[in-house]
Structure formats: structure tokens, C-alpha cells
């Protein structure tokens, strides 16, 4: 029984041997199967060569078929069509490739370098590798527009190829639209040193455009005429209308826009309707400075300056009737008066009418409105009679507060003359001295 069992074994392990071990004409037949097979790649050792790109040569363009058209299946050269386009004003970054077959003439296939799926975020730079085998050398070349262009199937009449897709919203964007955005996304994502930088660069950028010069100028423009409104401030201190120290003419030293608005000249129309419908002004409604200058408008040829100056005589008529409205003497002849809503919720506001009563350094503040408009009245050269009555003050009194505003009362043959010479020359302020 052990005998048969060794001698099985052996069998069995020279039978394995026998199969392991392949035969010389096994091992031909192999050599010879390899060398036939040209299909089989061969490994070449190649020198790598990167061309950059030339701006004066196209580079070329790669696209592939999602449909599965193969154009090299017909052997016969001129069985496709190709055509590259560019863009009339962005040829450099919108490029369109449009292959035609000869045997579907009705259908294009189209790819664009801007709409699409070359819409996707660019992660790599895209390359076409030239092997040469004769020199051993490869070539790699860029792409046009770093994009591998998807060639769709688009039916000739029913999708226009020139036609860009509704979703190429990036596409249409300008130049100054990208980098808006572009500066809109920092300005929200940014950190706060880049930010800051981007402000230079783009302020760095805006000096040689002309449009953001002409916008520099009129805020050049802004900060003197904030200067000469600082530099005016000094009303507050003295308690007087809004001024300008270094004027050259008397029009221009107590600036005639900032004590009237622009939007208060339409309600300041009353005394103007009132000539033009032949009614006569009365004392019991108007002042006495007023009634005995009505007769100007009447001489003045020009509309706009007849207009002007009775809207003044206006100005002064509400001034005075709103003292008056403050005051115990003066209630009776100001509480029918009627007052512009504008007009009397900017005095009210400016001369802090919170009671009855003014007080006496709003009082005198609106005096100095007072006179400062007579002087435009007539022409910066003004009596006191009249409009000391209307005041309720007397004569002395009245040309302390001329003097204050930087006038000059002369008086000849009795008559008392104010003026108003420029530049504007203040009375120096007297301070007590205290006592040590």
C-alpha cells in the first residue's frame, strides 16, 4: 500500500514539472507574436520642449465631439468644414468653432470659448504635446484661450450659432463691469490691508481719467466753498447773518443765497401778485420801509430783478411780523399775518421761538437779518427812519446794530446814511476785566 502511494506521487509531481516548464518552440512562438504586433507601445526617451505662446500667431484650438462624430472615419480631406470666428471687439477672448460635415450639411457643430461649459472656473493651464520621432523632442504648445472647446450639434435655421445662450451673462459683462464686480466682491470678502490698498490703487487709477477729474474738481471746488462757509461760521459768534470776511463787493459780503433759500423764493410771491393785480399796499399790512419803496418795482424794466426785489420786501415783511409775533407791543399788528409754512418753521427753528418771547440774543440776531436785507433793498446805501419805526428802536440804537454787521452810518444835512464798504471791517469785542 505505501509503495503504490509513493509511486502515485511521483507521477503526479513530475506531471506538475513537466507542465511549468514551457518548451523551446513555446518560447519561439512568443518572440515571434511580439515582434508582429505593431499595436504594442514602444518606449521612446524625448527631449520636453515648451513653446510659449505668440500674439501674432493663432495657437491652436482643441475640441472634442460629445455626440461621438468622428470626422476622420471619411479618408477624403475636404469631407469637413472648419471655421474659426472671433469677436468684431473681444477677438483675443471670444473665439467660436463651427465644424460642418459635407453629408449632414444641415447641422453645425458648435463651440465657444466664453458661454457654456467654458463658463467653468480655469483650476490648470491646457497644453498639446507634439511628438517628434525623428529629432526625439516634445513640444508642448498652449491652447487658444486655454479651452477645450465642446463641439455641440446645433441644427442649421433652428439654433442660431452667433446666438448666445441666455445663461452667458458673464460673457456680455464689459471690461468696467468686471472689474466693478471684481472690486464690489474684495470690498466684501477682502481683508481690511487689502481693501485699503485696493482704495489707492483705484484712486492711483482715477487720477488720469477725465471724468473722475472733473468729479475731483467739483470737490476741490466743495472743500473752498466749505472753507469760505467755516470761514463765515464766525456769524455765530457775532450773532449775525452767514458772511464772507474777504469779499470784494457788498454783494457778495453777506451772501444773499444763504440768508434766502432757493426753494423759498416761490413763497415769497405776495407783494409781486399783488402789483400785478393792481392792488395797493397798505401800512396796516406791511411795513413802513416797505410801502415807502413799492414804488421801485414799478421803475425796474426787468422782470427777474422786479421779481427779486419784491420777494426781499417779502422776506422782510415775515421777518418783522414774526419779532412782532414775539413780542408784547408788536402781538396786535402781527397775529393775522399770514405766514409761508416754510418760511415760518425756519424761523422758528432759527431763532428758537419756543415761547412767547425771543430771547434777546435771538432778538438781535433777527434784527441783523432785518438789515442786512434793507441794504439789498436799496442798493447797500440805506436810510434808518423807516425802518427804525418797523424795529420799534431808536436811532442810536439802531446804529449800534448797522455798526455791528461792519457799516458805516455817515450822516449829511441831518440824514443819516448807512453803507457798506468792503472788505468787512468789525468792531473789535471789549471784555470785561475781571477783578483779581
Known amino acids: 500500500m505505501d509503495s503504490d502511494t509513493e509511486e502515485t506521487r511521483s507521477q503526479m509531481t513530475a506531471t506538475k514539472s513537466e507542465s511549468s516548464t514551457p518548451s523551446k518552440?513555446?518560447?519561439?512562438?512568443?518572440?515571434?507574436?511580439?515582434?508582429?504586433?505593431?499595436?504594442?507601445?514602444q518606449q521612446v526617451q524625448a527631449t520636453i520642449r515648451v513653446i510659449p505662446g505668440n500674439p501674432e500667431r493663432i495657437?491652436?484650438?482643441?475640441?472634442?465631439?460629445?455626440?461621438?462624430?468622428?470626422?476622420?472615419?471619411?479618408?477624403?480631406?475636404?469631407?469637413?468644414?472648419?471655421?474659426?470666428?472671433?469677436?468684431?471687439?473681444?477677438?483675443?477672448?471670444?473665439?467660436?468653432?463651427?465644424?460642418?460635415?459635407?453629408?449632414?450639411?444641415?447641422?453645425?457643430?458648435?463651440?465657444?470659448?466664453?458661454?457654456?461649459e467654458a463658463q467653468a472656473g480655469e483650476l490648470c493651464s491646457c497644453g498639446l504635446g507634439i511628438l517628434d520621432k525623428a529629432t526625439k523632442t516634445l513640444k508642448i504648445v498652449p491652447?487658444?484661450?486655454?479651452?477645450?472647446?465642446?463641439?455641440?450639434?446645433?441644427?442649421?435655421?433652428?439654433?442660431?450659432?452667433?446666438?448666445?445662450?441666455?445663461?452667458?451673462?458673464?460673457?456680455?459683462?464689459?471690461?468696467?463691469?468686471?472689474?466693478?464686480?471684481?472690486?464690489?466682491l474684495h470690498n466684501l470678502y477682502g481683508t481690511k490691508k487689502s481693501i485699503r490698498q485696493n482704495k489707492k490703487m483705484q484712486t492711483l487709477k482715477q487720477e488720469d481719467d477725465p471724468d473722475s477729474q472733473n468729479d475731483l474738481d467739483v470737490i476741490k471746488q466743495g472743500m473752498i466753498d466749505?472753507?469760505?462757509?467755516?470761514?463765515?461760521?464766525?456769524?455765530?459768534?457775532?450773532?449775525?447773518?452767514?458772511?464772507?470776511?474777504?469779499a470784494t463787493t457788498p454783494h457778495e459780503a453777506y451772501p444773499l443765497d444763504k440768508i434766502i433759500t432757493t426753494e423759498e423764493?416761490?413763497?415769497?410771491?405776495?407783494?409781486?401778485?399783488?402789483?400785478?393785480?393792481?392792488?395797493?399796499?397798505?401800512?396796516?399790512?406791511?411795513?413802513?420801509?416797505?410801502?415807502?419803496?413799492?414804488?421801485?418795482?414799478?421803475?425796474?424794466?426787468?422782470?427777474?430783478?422786479?421779481?427779486?426785489?419784491?420777494?426781499?420786501?417779502?422776506?422782510?415783511?415775515?421777518?418783522?411780523?414774526?419779532?412782532?409775533?414775539?413780542?408784547?407791543?408788536?402781538?396786535?399788528?402781527?397775529?393775522g399775518h399770514r405766514f409761508p409754512s416754510m418760511i415760518k418753521d425756519k424761523f422758528s427753528t432759527m431763532f428758537d421761538a419756543v415761547s412767547k418771547r425771543l430771547s434777546t440774543e435771538k432778538n438781535n440776531l433777527l434784527i441783523s437779518f432785518v438789515l442786512v436785507l434793507t441794504l439789498f433793498a436799496d442798493e447797500f446805501q440805506t436810510s434808518m427812519t423807516d425802518i427804525a419805526?418797523?424795529?420799534?428802536?431808536?436811532?442810536?440804537?439802531?446804529?449800534?446794530?448797522?455798526?455791528?454787521?461792519?457799516?458805516?452810518?455817515?450822516?449829511?444835512?441831518?440824514?443819516s446814511t448807512v453803507t457798506l464798504p468792503v472788505p468787512l471791517q468789525f468792531p473789535s469785542v471789549r471784555r470785561k476785566r475781571r477783578n483779581r
Request: charged share 30%; with cysteine.
Open 226 to 246: 466749505r472753507e469760505d462757509t467755516d470761514a463765515s461760521e464766525g456769524h455765530k459768534d457775532r450773532n449775525t447773518p452767514p458772511f464772507n470776511a474777504s
Open 25 to 41: 518552440k513555446h518560447k519561439k512562438r512568443k518572440r515571434v507574436a511580439a515582434e508582429a504586433d505593431p499595436e504594442k507601445p
Open 59 to 116: 495657437p491652436p484650438l482643441v475640441g472634442y465631439f460629445p455626440s461621438g462624430f468622428d470626422p476622420t472615419q471619411n479618408p477624403d480631406p475636404d469631407s469637413t468644414k472648419v471655421g474659426v470666428f472671433r469677436h468684431k471687439e473681444r477677438g483675443g477672448t471670444r473665439l467660436q468653432v463651427v465644424v460642418t460635415p459635407n453629408k449632414e450639411p444641415k447641422v453645425d457643430f458648435v463651440g465657444t470659448s466664453y458661454a457654456g
Open 265 to 335: 423764493w416761490k413763497f415769497l410771491q405776495d407783494i409781486y401778485k399783488l402789483l400785478e393785480g393792481g392792488a395797493e399796499i397798505s401800512q396796516d399790512s406791511f411795513p413802513a420801509f416797505v410801502c415807502n419803496r413799492v414804488h421801485k418795482l414799478q421803475l425796474i424794466e426787468d422782470e427777474d430783478k422786479r421779481n427779486k426785489l419784491s420777494c426781499i420786501f417779502s422776506y422782510i415783511t415775515h421777518l418783522i411780523k414774526f419779532k412782532d409775533l414775539h413780542s408784547m407791543d408788536g402781538f396786535s399788528s402781527a397775529k
Open 143 to 184: 491652447i487658444a484661450s486655454n479651452k477645450i472647446f465642446r463641439l455641440e450639434a446645433k441644427i442649421q435655421g433652428l439654433d442660431s450659432a452667433g446666438k448666445e445662450p441666455a445663461g452667458s451673462g458673464i460673457g456680455e459683462l464689459s471690461t468696467q463691469e468686471k472689474a466693478k464686480r471684481r472690486n464690489e
Open 389 to 415: 419805526k418797523d424795529l420799534r428802536m431808536s436811532n442810536a440804537t439802531l446804529r449800534t446794530h448797522y455798526e455791528t454787521l461792519g457799516c458805516k452810518v455817515s450822516k449829511k444835512n441831518d440824514v
